[in-house]
T-cell receptor, first 113, second 112 residues
Framework: DAGVIQSPRHEVTEMGQEVTLRCKPI?????LFWYRQTMMRGLELLIY????????DSGMPEDRFSAKMPNASFSTLKIQPSEPRDSAVYFC???????????FGPGTRLLVL | EDQVTQSPEALRLQEGESSSLNCSYT??????LFWYRQDPGKGPEFLFT???AGEEKEKERLKATLTKKESFLHITAPKPEDSATYLC?????????????FGKGTLLTVNP
């Protein structure tokens, strides 16, 4: 079975531009998580979904960040407008059940100039 | 607030030199403690889940143990391919909080 798929793998953009990150979870997994990883703060949970419904978005840093999950096989994380401090690696993870192991995608490396 | 502290931040070993990584945690109740391995440029890769104090799990040269306040990842006779960052995370019990809290990791380098 394919693992979690993320695209793009790398993104370089200019401040003020809109950025959209994409994720396809593992088939059959009902939980999807978005994380951000930086050297300073490590891995931080931004938001998670259960059966396509956002459950907890308390980790979303600002209103510039939004996430959607229109169906069980696709989710997006959007940053609009982007700022240099958004530069980080963004990971998507999925799990079968809320207490079960989370499996991570390869990440999207975002650089905002 | 749940907290996870990993030590040391970095560890350099010679091939075959056994050692342990530490993960100390503060959580109101523990549903599970997870160990992941992360290679440069890749996502975290699941290694183990521990659920209760006294539990141990092994995989090749790695063994994870759990007490009420900390977990250890023991590496026996490591090889250069064990070089990676090892992450620890806790999942709290109770209520509707199903959020993993991660430590910042231990960067392990094994020299041949």
């Amino acid at each position: 079975d394919a693992g979690v798929i993320q695209s793009p793998r790398h993104e370089v953009t200019e401040m003020g531009q809109e950025v959209t990150l994409r994720c396809k979870p593992i088939s059959g997994h009902d939980y999807l998580f978005w994380y951000r990883q930086t050297m300073m703060r490590g891995l931080e949970l931004l938001i998670y979904f259960n059966n396509n419904v956002p459950i907890d978005d308390s980790g979303m840093p600002e209103d510039r960040f939004s996430a959607k999950m229109p169906n069980a096989s696709f989710s997006t994380l959007k940053i609009q407008p982007s700022e240099p401090r958004d530069s980080a690696v963004y990971f998507c993870a999925s799990s079968r059940g809320r207490s079960e192991t989370q499996y991570f995608g390869p990440g999207t490396r975002l650089l905002v100039l | 607030e749940d907290q996870v502290t990993q030590s040391p931040e970095a560890l350099r070993l010679q091939e075959g030199e056994s050692s342990s990584l530490n993960c100390s945690y503060t959580v109101s109740g523990l549903r599970g403690l997870f160990w992941y391995r992360q290679d440069p440029g890749k996502g975290p890769e699941f290694l183990f889940t521990l659920y209760s104090a006294g539990e141990e799990k092994e995989k090749e040269r790695l063994k994870a143990t759990l007490t009420k306040k900390e977990s250890f990842l023991h590496i026996t006779a490591p090889k250069p391919e064990d070089s990676a960052t090892y992450l620890c995370a806790v999942l709290p019990s109770g209520g509707s909080n199903y959020k993993l809290t991660f430590g910042k990791g231990t960067l392990l380098t094994v020299n041949p």
